[in-house]
């Protein structure tokens, strides 16, 4: 899959990504997702690859609860990650939280 010059210039700083990140891709993506994502997993220090079986495109649309997984997995890399509870943020678990108009 060819990039355009802005994203190859980009891709060379992944490496300096110092953030969890958390990537999902269906195992039967018909449009090279998956590759993208294994090479994004190698690039990024901090990243977690989790490879939905028998699951190709539009994960968003056709598999919602894995992306609420996804965040929830992030959620637990992040809290995980601090050791100090006097660092830890005040704000709550995202499915914690109440949206009003």
């Given at each position: 899959?060819?990039?355009?010059?802005a994203a190859?210039?980009?891709?060379?700083?992944?490496?300096?990504i110092?953030?969890?990140?958390?990537i999902v891709?269906?195992?039967n993506?018909?449009?090279g997702?998956?590759?993208?994502?294994?090479?994004l997993?190698?690039?990024?220090p901090h990243?977690e690859?989790?490879?939905l079986?028998e699951?190709?495109?539009?994960i968003?649309?056709?598999h919602?609860?894995?992306v609420?997984?996804?965040?929830?997995?992030?959620?637990e890399i992040?809290?995980?990650?601090?050791?100090?509870?006097s660092?830890r943020?005040?704000?709550?678990?995202?499915t914690?939280?109440?949206?009003?108009?």
């Amino acid at each position: 899959m060819a990039f355009s010059p802005a994203a190859e210039q980009i891709s060379k700083r992944y490496k300096e990504i110092n953030h969890p990140v958390v990537i999902v891709a269906g195992d039967n993506d018909p449009f090279g997702t998956k590759e993208q994502s294994l090479r994004l997993k190698e690039d990024i220090p901090h990243a977690e690859l989790i490879l939905l079986p028998e699951v190709a495109h539009m994960i968003p649309q056709n598999h919602p609860q894995q992306v609420v997984n996804a965040i929830d997995r992030l959620w637990e890399i992040i809290v995980g990650d601090m050791s100090d509870s006097s660092m830890r943020s005040p704000v709550p678990h995202p499915t914690n939280l109440t949206i009003t108009k």
